[in-house]
Nanobody, 129 residues
Framework: QVQLVESGGGLVQAGESLRLSCAAS????????MAWFRQAPGKEREFVAA????????YYTESVKGRFTGSRDNDKKMVYLQMISLKPEDTAVYYC??????????????????????WGQGTQVTVSS
């Protein structure tokens, strides 16, 4: 079992930065690939970034490449999403998600939300123009 708690959201202006954090509980965290998703009002939840269990492999949706960076600290059981050059279209609730043990992200599956087993409650990011 894994519990995930996101934090770090807020209201910022376009061009500013935020760092989201996801605190995980459970002894299996370091064996799980992780991801960030987001959901804007009236839209479906969409993939943002995935981070492998080691942190060495990352995947990003095209719209955030070069602006968002996913990372993790397995000793602290934390996952991060550093966001720079934020745009109004980045406004959404951001969710942290964990895959099953040894269910690794690949180029074929990293963005499928049905493949993620545990989810946090989300943190709101609002970017004003």
């Amino acid at each position: 079992q894994v519990q995930l708690v996101e934090s770090g959201g807020g209201l910022v202006q376009a061009g500013e930065s935020l760092r989201l954090s996801c605190a995980a509980s459970g002894r299996t965290f370091s064996s799980r690939d992780m991801a960030w998703f987001r959901q804007a009002p009236g839209k479906e939840r969409e993939f943002v970034a995935a981070i492998s269990w080691s942190g060495r492999r990352t995947y990003y949706t095209e719209s955030v490449k070069g602006r968002f960076t996913g990372s993790r600290d397995n000793d602290k059981k934390m996952v991060y999403l550093q966001m720079i050059s934020l745009k109004p279209e980045d406004t959404a609730v951001y969710y942290c998600a964990a895959r099953g043990i040894n269910d690794y992200v690949t180029p074929a599956n990293y963005d499928n939300n049905r493949d993620y087993e545990f989810w946090g409650q989300g943190t709101q990011v609002t970017v004003s123009s």
